[in-house]
């Protein structure tokens, strides 16, 4: 396997601990949990090994940072504004670019809540300030920014929001945040914004007057429109409305699993027939299928399927939605914010609730380096072929990143 250009760097090391920032004890990137890789013969470990080396892989949603390890000093974390980029991390993934999507639902600098402009300004300018310092990841601005990092065993970052919330109803503030860097965006997380309808909400009024604003304007900056979080007719709407490709980053199929955060197949073959891609989510507690009712890279790798014999393989990849430290613990204490309670819970056919089957952390699916190896390893083991493979790794993203950004 190709090894990454990485020389050690650590995040902030232009500046002295507990005199420029607050020190905390972080979760360990590397074995926080005991690893997990799907075994296999000597045969597919070779084919396992060239895949890994030669393709382009692109995870469309992950959060590479690293957390406390104590996630009760989160809030204590967050205030003081400044992330830290899993780097070590990173370097031990076969990734060659991934959609960093800045946790900024939980950036709770200035308020209690999270989306705000001010914050996501501050956010994104202390990441990048860091990223300026250090040579193994990329900022990631245009295609040829994951063609480079591919080559040169490197990484690119593509700095990504999953809510235009903080944007209010200033259509200008999207070229800003273009000017920034940002290359993807959600059009709205759980909760309804200006824009439409979030999962949570009972009813879903679809894309509003300033959502088709906000949808034209980022059709004309080159800005990749995300809907993973928004509600279903919202999500319908913005892909039927928009000139380029719509993306599902971070989701799976309800028909294997009736929680609001699966999306339904009807909203999955729209996006598929207007030319976009959806990418199959891993957080704890939601691709999890009946087969599989405990969490891990089966009941994962079973939503993948289903998905390409719903759409085709030309519209399938992975969005993990991963993280470096306790992700379990992380919903916990931002249980409101996230809408944990009405994303991940399932409905039976009466209507009722149920609790998914608690797991500490997903088997083979901890972190963005344990995933990305584990995805090829799966495929590999399955005995899906090297075209195939390559579409689903990356060249599905390729396709439609190549007609949204200009």
Request: charged residues 25%.
């Amino acid at each position: 396997m190709k090894e990454k250009q990485y020389s050690g760097y650590s995040p902030y090391q232009y500046l002295e601990p507990e005199k420029d920032y607050k020190v905390f004890d972080m979760a360990d990137e590397v074995q926080r949990v005991e690893p997990y890789k799907i075994p296999l013969s000597s045969e597919e470990e070779d084919l396992y090994e060239e895949i890994a080396s030669e393709s382009t892989f692109i995870s469309l949603h992950e959060h590479p940072v690293v957390f406390p390890s104590n996630m009760s000093e989160i809030f204590e974390f967050n205030r003081e504004g400044r992330e830290f980029m899993a780097y070590k991390g990173l370097s031990q993934s076969c990734l060659d670019a991934v959609f960093d999507n800045m946790m900024d639902g939980t950036s709770t600098i200035t308020s209690k809540m999270g989306w705000k402009w001010r914050d996501i300004i501050y956010d994104l300018g202390m990441r990048l300030s860091d990223l300026a310092h250090q040579d193994f990841a990329i900022h990631c601005k245009e295609l040829d920014d994951i063609q480079r990092a591919h080559d040169e065993g490197k990484i690119a970052i593509v700095f990504s929001l999953e809510s235009a919330t903080m944007i209010e109803n200033e259509v200008d503030r999207l070229d800003i945040l273009y000017g920034l860097g940002v290359r993807s965006m959600g059009l709205v997380y759980s909760e309804s914004n200006a824009l439409g309808s979030g999962l949570r909400e009972p009813d879903d009024g679809g894309l509003t007057v300033f959502g088709h604003q906000a949808v034209d304007r980022m059709n004309k900056l080159g800005i990749a429109i995300d809907v993973s979080h928004a509600g279903d007719k919202t999500s319908l709407d913005a892909i039927e409305y928009s000139s380029n490709p719509v993306m599902i980053t971070h989701t799976g199929a309800r028909s294997l699993w009736k929680s609001k955060r699966m999306k339904p197949d009807k909203v999955m073959k729209v996006c598929a027939d207007n030319g976009g891609v959806i990418g199959i989510e891993a957080a704890p507690h939601t691709t999890i299928t009946e087969n599989n009712p405990e969490h891990g890279i089966e009941s994962y790798m079973e939503h993948f399927e289903y998905c390409v014999d719903l759409v085709g393989i030309d519209h399938v990849t992975f969005g993990p939605d991963t993280l470096f430290g306790d992700h379990v613990a992380l919903h916990d204490v931002f249980r409101e914010h996230l809408s944990v309670d009405q994303a991940f819970t399932r409905e039976d056919d009466s209507g009722e609730s149920h609790e998914p089957e608690h797991v500490p952390y997903v088997k083979g699916m901890e972190n963005p380096a344990e995933s990305s190896h584990n995805i090829v390893r799966w495929l590999v083991k399955n005995g899906y072929s090297r075209e195939e493979i390559d579409k689903v790794l990356g060249g599905n993203t390729l396709r439609v990143l190549e007609e949204v950004w200009v």
